[in-house]
């Protein structure tokens, strides 16, 4: 997963061609080079882009995927920007089921299988893997494959922002990042950040063991 090759607009995997003015972004058609360009010609040649500045890997302790820097970054600088894959309500177990696929795009279902837990339903992957928004429409649930492999820390090196015209997260330094840094994002709110580490522990165990 190192070297990505999937569309950077479907997921599709095997994508060969690219950009052809950053010569980064890869895309796997000509359509969805037309679609992607709606979004990507806002950050072309700004933000870094998975599979070159950025990359998946196995994380070092052995416990799953993370997503590292290929190069250094400066505080503030956009690490990559990613559409949501998918839009949805509040997850209630009961009204959707845990075989509801949600609308996963067929090109991006390889893609998704691997998230963790890997053995899980759409459902719970979703529950596991996915992020909540709010727009002027209310609050709702999103998934981007990619950032989704950005692991948690109460030391963050990196926020997510949610800009809902389109539905992107944009992923952003938040202080200076060395190549080949892990990158880490905070799971839980500002105000858990500034309690002590026993404080931050639990409430880490209550929502997301």
């Known amino acids: 997963m190192e070297g990505v090759s999937s569309c950077s607009y479907c997921y599709k995997r095997g994508a060969t061609k690219k950009c052809g003015k950053c010569n980064s972004r890869r895309i796997c058609s000509t359509s969805c080079q037309k679609a992607d360009w709606a979004i ?9 882009e998975c599979g070159v500045d950025v990359v998946i890997k196995p994380t070092t302790d052995g416990k799953g995927f993370g997503m590292f820097a290929t190069r250094a970054f400066k505080k503030d600088e956009f690490l990559m920007v990613e559409r949501s894959l998918v839009r949805y309500p509040n997850l209630d177990t009961e009204k959707f089921g845990k075989n509801f696929d949600f609308g996963i795009p067929e090109s991006a279902k390889e893609e998704f299988a691997t998230l963790k837990p890997s053995d899980a339903s759409t459902l719970e992957k979703l529950q596991y893997n996915g992020l909540v928004y709010e727009d002027k429409q209310g609050a709702f649930g999103g998934l981007c494959l990619r950032s989704a492999r950005i692991n948690h820390s109460c030391l963050p090196n990196c926020e997510i922002h949610f800009r809902p015209t ?44």
Request: with cysteine; aromatic share 8%; charged share 30%.
């Open 40 to 48: 990507h010609k806002h950050w072309c040649g700004i933000a870094g």
């Open 166 to 209: 389109p539905q992107l997260v944009v992923v952003v330094a938040c202080r200076n990042i060395e190549k080949g840094e892990e990158l880490f994002r905070s799971y839980i709110g500002n105000d858990v950040l500034t309690m002590d580490a026993e404080s931050r522990k639990e409430v880490s165990r209550r929502s997301y063991m």
